[in-house]
């Protein structure tokens, strides 16, 4: 039987930088977890093995909570699914309260005249802190591209269509918005300008009077 470490994947994986976790207060364990899912993806590694790298990284308090989850169960049994092992890891580092209230505010979330920029900030920290609700590169987008306002939706959802990743969403976002900016610019400066005009007219007709 091939060792794990022996592996290709291992090899890849080792050559990535992966955090490590102690489960010490104040760690996010939110963050831990999601770049360890991306890292894990990267290299290839299947589900039924991904616990096993995401603990090889565990230290300190972390190391030895999951050293004493192992003991604890039977002998024979099967192994965690990556499922599995991601309940088990939120319900010992992450609060349900916490998880209940960030889903809530990704649900609740729309653009609503934010700059583009700002939206997708937000968007990225609620969904880290929901994963994994929308556990698909393709979900975020669709997501995220439903929370813009109208006028940026139909470029994203065109370029959506032919094929693109998630940043490439935001930048075509962005780029709309800046050209709407542009263009309402002389509108707005044609509106100054007559009100300045008024304002001259007024001005004179008061000196008259």
Not at 149 to 159: E, F, I, K, T
Request: glycine residues 8%; contains cysteine; positive net charge.
């Amino acid at each position: 039987m091939v060792r794990i470490r022996d592996t290709p994947a291992w090899r890849m994986y080792m050559r990535l930088a992966s955090p490590v976790f102690t489960g010490a207060p104040g760690e996010d364990a939110y963050k831990f977890i999601v770049s360890m899912h991306e890292i894990l993806h990267t290299a290839g590694i299947t589900d039924t093995l991904r616990f096993y790298y995401v603990t090889h990284r565990f230290r300190g308090g972390a190391k030895a909570w999951w050293r004493d989850n192992l003991a604890s169960r039977q002998a024979g049994a099967h192994p965690l699914t990556w499922e599995q092992f991601y309940g088990v890891f939120l319900a010992r580092y992450v609060p349900c309260s916490q998880r209940d209230e960030r889903r809530g505010q990704l649900f609740d979330l729309r653009q609503k005249g934010m700059l583009v920029a700002t939206y997708a900030l937000s968007f990225s920290y609620l969904d880290r802190h929901s994963y994994p609700l929308i556990p698909t590169e393709t979900g975020r987008i669709w997501w995220l591209i439903s929370g813009l306002d109208g006028s940026l939706q139909l470029p994203c959802v065109q370029l959506e269509d032919k094929g693109t990743s998630f940043q490439a969403i935001v930048d075509c976002a962005a780029t709309v918005e800046a050209a709407g900016a542009r263009a309402a610019r002389p509108q707005v400066e044609i509106l100054d300008a007559a009100i300045e005009g008024i304002i001259s007219i007024r001005g004179q007709s008061a000196t008259i009077l």
